[in-house]
């Protein structure tokens, strides 16, 4: 490697330019950053690199998302690392801090703990054409200050000054930049529409924010959303124990729920026997992540894409999940439960304990609008969301007691790497690029034309609605380092995905996604912009996407050659025309010399009865 692309050093030490160089920069230090973290070691053979990371722990999703019941709900066999397995998972859905504490080991296993930098808000990225670098502005943060919303953030700064958040701002220099940003990063704001939060005298806090400090025991709850988050923490707040005086969940629309993947019984057993057999059985823990792999994958073809099969088991799963629904919650419930839009068009919840809650006398769920907040109540009503036809269901307006609220209303999507601002070549801002082109996109989820040595990390159209995000990140990366590595090596100065090849990638995906239940399941979620554009769900299977990433297709990419790069490739090329000059020439004498092509016949036919007779005598040994 040569050392000054392939090595971190301070550049111009002692004048007020000075600057510390990194061959690659990985900003965030979730699943994604840390993958490309251990792969860098791992495959380059490489630590000279830098994460920075805005919060002060690791694990992204999992360092902040600390509400109770937190949980995966994709089997952690398999939402994890393929190259760094955990053979004793507590359970299949293990929680929160399970997760997060997996995330920390594969770090110090893979020594690159010291190799994140917290508290460090990376603000922009800006290529610079002569030097074919990033110029890369980093904020240092108050310690802790990252683990706010970016609102949280601005209102500290309004209120107390910049001091309050920001400590100094440095610009730092790379060759390659990886984005492992995240998509579910930062909380939606509370709603403007809804008139009186400030008036509210109680506490208002977001699940992807929880607050320890607030005690709910005895307390008046009122739960803002219906998704994952909200049908993880009623179960945990409905339990006796957490002596909670009254929960009301405000649901607009039911989400699909599917029956546990284990029951009860079954979960027991896993729970007992897994950890042994994955760490004693040979094969076994791989034997389970490809069961699953492929358990998850029959998952896309059921339920997301609009083929005869799709169509034929749609409506079978849609009548066993509702019959889950039927068996486990209320009766008063069932109306509003029964989702009007065709499963698989919003993300769906995969749990059986919400349902359950749901008959705590403690929890009411209610599908009536929140219509203003006062000091110490809520107003619900007039009308209801949901059903929106003519029903039975309450819509009259009353007042209803809140000591708290908890906002599960889901994250600021579809705002991809926002609010990091990203100008490449010719002084292109990345995101007016997307807007003329119609939304966020990537090729591949990956790679944009005109930003060179950039590769996003769960980038747009990479999310997928039925499996780990994680195996979908590890392909990323994969494929990443396939052009990472002759730019270390000092062999390409920057490589860039061709227009045409992106232009085209998107055309593709986007055209897929008509097909698929996301565009015709006639829903709104958070998969899709107000304008009708997904920057979310990849519209393949997962073997389509691992296929795209293991053989790149080299020509929608352009390589800028260093002059070691383009000596190399003069020498491989004279190299190749000289064994094709020398094969060509021997067949010619060959051709020619009849007596000589016997004589090599032979002298073949002869080695191939030397080991003929040499596998023999290894045999009857
Ligand atoms: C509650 C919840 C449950 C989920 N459960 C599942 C599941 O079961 N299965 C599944 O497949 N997916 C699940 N997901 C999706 C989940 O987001 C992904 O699985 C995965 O965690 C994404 O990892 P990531 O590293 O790409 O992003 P994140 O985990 O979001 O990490 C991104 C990190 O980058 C940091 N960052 C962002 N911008 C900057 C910046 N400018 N400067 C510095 N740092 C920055 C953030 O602080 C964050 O730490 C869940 C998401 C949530 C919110």
């Given at each position: 490697?040569s ?8 550049r111009?030490?002692?004048?007020k330019?000075?600057h ?20 860098l ?11 920075f ?15 109770p ?19 004793n ?26 190799k994140?930098?917290?508290n ?16 890369v502005t980093i ?12 609102h ?29 940003v ?5 909380p939606?704001?509370?709603?403007t ?5 400030e008036?509210f ?28 988050s ?5 179960p945990e707040?409905?339990k006796p ?13 039911p ?5 546990d993947?284990?029951?009860?019984g079954q ?8 950890p042994t057999?994955?760490?004693y059985?040979p094969?076994?823990?791989?034997f389970?992540?490809c069961?699953?792999?492929v358990?998850?994958?029959k ?7 609009d083929?005869?099969?799709g169509?034929?088991m749609?409506p079978r799963?849609?009548k ?30 995969i749990d ?12 009411e ?28 269901v ?6 209803i007691?809140?000591d708290?609220?908890?906002m ?6 579809n ?6 601002k ?7 801002n ?23 040595n ?5 980038g747009?159209n ?11 990140t ?30 085209e990638?998107?055309?593709q995906v986007?055209d ?16 899709i ?12 299977t ?16 352009s ?11 003069g020498?491989r090329r004279?190299?190749k ?18 007596e ?10 002869s ?14 040994r």
């Open positions: 490697m050392s000054s692309i392939s090595r971190i050093h301070k111009l030490a002692y004048g330019d000075a510390t160089y990194y061959p690659v920069l990985i900003v965030g230090a979730g699943e994604s950053g840390v993958a490309m973290g251990c792969r070691k791992e495959v380059l053979g490489t630590d000279q690199f830098r994460i990371e805005r919060q002060s722990g690791i694990g992204g999703t999992w360092w902040i998302n600390r509400y019941g937190a949980a995966c709900d994709i089997p952690a066999a398999f939402y994890s690392f393929s190259f760094a397995p955990k053979m998972w507590s359970t299949l859905h293990p929680a929160g801090p399970e997760l997060a504490q997996y995330m920390a080991d594969v770090c110090e296993k893979y020594q690159i703990v010291d994140i930098q917290f460090t808000d990376v603000k922009e990225l800006r290529w610079i054409e002569a030097d074919e670098e990033w110029e904020s240092h943060l108050v310690p802790g200050t990252g683990d706010l919303a970016q949280e953030r601005d209102r500290l700064v309004a209120q107390d000054g910049e001091h309050r958040v920001y400590v100094k701002t440095e610009i730092v220099r790379a060759k390659v930049v990886v984005s492992g995240g998509g579910l990063v930062e939606k704001n509370l709603p529409d809804i008139p009186g939060f008036n005298e109680g506490e208002i806090m977001h699940t992807a924010r929880w607050n320890d400090e607030i005690d709910l025991e005895s307390k008046d709850v009122i739960m803002v959303g219906a998704g994952c909200a049908a993880q923490v009623i707040l409905a124990e957490a002596n909670v005086r009254s929960i009301t969940q405000l649901m607009r629309t989400p699909w729920v599917q029956p993947l284990l029951p009860a979960l027991e057993l896993y729970e007992k026997w897994t057999l994955m760490t059985v094969g076994f823990a791989k389970m992540r069961t699953l792999f358990m998850l994958e998952n896309f073809y059921d339920m997301f894409t083929t005869a099969w169509r034929f749609r799963m849609e066993k999940f509702l019959n889950h629904m039927r068996e486990l919650a209320p009766k008063e419930y069932h109306e509003i439960l029964t989702p009007n839009y065709s499963l698989g068009c919003k993300r769906r919840i059986g304990t919400w349902y359950r809650s749901l008959n705590a006398p403690n929890v769920l209610t599908t009536q609008p929140l219509t203003r907040v006062n000091a110490k109540s809520v107003t619900l009503g007039p009308g209801r969301h949901y059903p929106p036809n003519k029903s039975e309450a819509d009259e307006v009353r007042e007691p809140a708290v609220i908890i599960a209303n889901g994250f600021e999507t705002q991809w790497l926002h609010p990091l990203v100008i490449g070549k010719e002084n292109k990345l995101e007016d690029v997307w807007a003329e082109r119609g939304g966020a996109q990537a090729y591949q989820g990956i790679a944009m034309d005109h930003f060179p950039f590769f996003m990390l769960f747009p990479t999310a997928t609605g039925h499996t780990s995000v994680i195996f979908a590890e392909n990323a990366v994969n494929y990443s380092l396939k052009f990472i590595k002759p730019i270390l090596n000092g062999l390409v100065s920057s490589y860039e995905v061709k227009e045409e090849a992106e232009r990638w998107t055309r986007q897929e996604l008509q097909k698929t239940v996301f565009r015709r399941g006639v829903c709104s979620s958070w998969y912009t107000a304008d009708g554009w997904n920057s979310t769900t990849y519209p393949f997962q073997i389509h996407y691992w296929l795209r990433c293991t053989f790149p297709v080299w020509s929608h990419w390589a800028k050659l260093t002059r070691r790069g383009r000596v190399l490739k020498v004279a190299v025309a000289s064994v094709l000059v020398a094969l060509l020439a021997g067949f010619g004498f060959l051709h020619k010399n009849p000589q092509r016997l004589q090599l016949v032979q002298y073949l036919l080695g191939k009865a030397w080991l003929r007779s040499t596998v023999q005598g290894l045999i009857s």
